[in-house]
């Protein structure tokens, strides 16, 4: 059964940094690609970075240069590292794998002014 475990959200001010956190379980992490997406209030969920197996990296215009996604196949982890943060990141943010329709409960990023 896949399952994916999002951590490391919280509330931090504009201009700060925070490092979430995936654990996938229930497949072949190292052979799948891996994404994060964020929903803000009212807002649709939209995709915000990836990266494929190989560790190939694409971004959403509105996170180039402030964000890096990352994964660790050795401990299953798939890592958003989100620095310059601006209060229009705000949102709850999800992992998500790669042809698996599984979406974990997601962790909630909070930025003041």
């Known amino acids: 059964q896949v399952r994916l475990v999002e951590s490391g959200g919280g509330f931090v001010q504009a201009g700060g940094s925070l490092r979430l956190s995936c654990v996938a379980f229930g497949f072949r992490f190292r052979f799948n690609a891996m994404g994060w997406y964020r929903q803000g209030p009212g807002m649709q969920r939209e995709p915000v970075a990836s990266?494929?197996?190989?560790?190939?990296?694409n971004y959403a215009d509105a996170v180039k240069g402030r964000f890096t996604i990352s994964r660790d196949k050795a401990e299953n982890t798939l890592s958003l590292e989100m620095d310059n943060l601006k209060t229009d990141d705000a949102a709850l943010y999800y992992c998500t794998a790669q042809g698996f329709a599984s979406w974990g409960q997601g962790t909630q990023v909070t930025i003041s002014p």
């Open positions: 990266i494929t197996r190989r560790g190939s990296t």
